[in-house]
T-cell receptor, first 114, second 117 residues
Framework: AQKITQTQPGMFVQEKEAVTLDCTYD???????LFWYKQPSSGEMIFLIY??????QNATEGRYSLNFQKARKSANLVISASQLGDSAMYFC???????????FGSGTQLTVLP | DTEVTQTPKHLVMGMTNKKSLKCEQH?????MYWYKQKAKKPPELMFV???????INESVPSRFSPECPNSSLLNLHLHALQPEDSALYLC????????????????FGEGSWLTVV
């Protein structure tokens, strides 16, 4: 069975500062993908970034980067230069190669302060 | 802009009504999904279609009936719902390949907010 843990129900960050959202995972499958999604209050689930279990380098997408530490089974999302529009719920998710569906964490509500 | 479009955005229905949620994807994906999401909770998988065939049904009550008319369309037919079925319903799509890869990212639509009165 797969499990994703997000231990920060809510986070606050000042505009223009960086913030790290924590995610740890557990799976017995050696091949898996890790994903981060952003969900504003409007409801849309927006894909942000992907990290494969065999990727040697940490993934980056614009202001988003993923701090992947395989031995510690962690996949933290780093948002640099926070903007007011970054205020949203953020979900970490995992998809092992043996499964068709995603397993989601409980989410972190990020609020960016002006 | 998302390439998975859902209609309607908002739906209010009575417990005796019959309605449908519609989803269309324009990414050439061959796997499509329905998720249900309650407030402040992660999405919960309901159904998965792969190559237009139902491959996963997560023990969803029969008052929810999915339909995949073709590779780009996915419907969710609703009948005799209960107030506790009020939620955000998310449609999603991906390539059906088994191996975890960037090509297997699941892309979501904007969701349909359903209220059952």
């Amino acid at each position: 069975a797969q499990k994703i843990t997000q231990t920060q129900p809510g986070m606050f960050v000042q505009e223009k500062e960086a913030v790290t959202l924590d995610c740890t995972y557990d799976t017995s499958d050696p091949s898996y993908g890790l994903f981060w999604y952003k969900q504003p209050s409007s409801g849309e689930m927006i894909f942000l970034i992907y990290q494969g279990s065999y990727d040697q380098q940490n993934a980056t997408e614009g202001r988003y980067s993923l701090n992947f530490q395989k031995a510690r089974k962690s996949a933290n999302l780093v948002i640099s230069a926070s903007q007011l529009g970054d205020s949203a719920m953020y979900f970490c998710a995992m998809r092992p190669s043996s499964a068709r569906q995603l397993t989601f964490g409980s989410g972190t509500q990020l609020t960016v302060l002006p | 802009d998302t390439e998975v479009t859902q209609t309607p955005k908002h739906l209010v229905m009575g417990m005796t009504n019959k309605k449908s949620l519609k989803c269309e994807q324009h990414m050439g994906h061959r796997a499509m999904y329905w998720y249900k999401q309650k407030a402040k909770k992660p999405p919960e998988l309901m159904f998965v279609y792969s190559y237009e065939k139902l491959s996963i049904n997560e023990s969803v009550p029969s008052r929810f009936s999915p339909e995949c008319p073709n590779s780009s369309l996915l419907n969710l037919h609703l009948h005799a719902l209960q107030p506790e079925d009020s939620a955000l319903y998310l449609c999603a799509s991906s390539q059906p390949r088994e191996a975890a890869s960037a090509g297997n990212t699941i892309y979501f639509g904007e969701g349909s907010w359903l209220t059952v009165v």
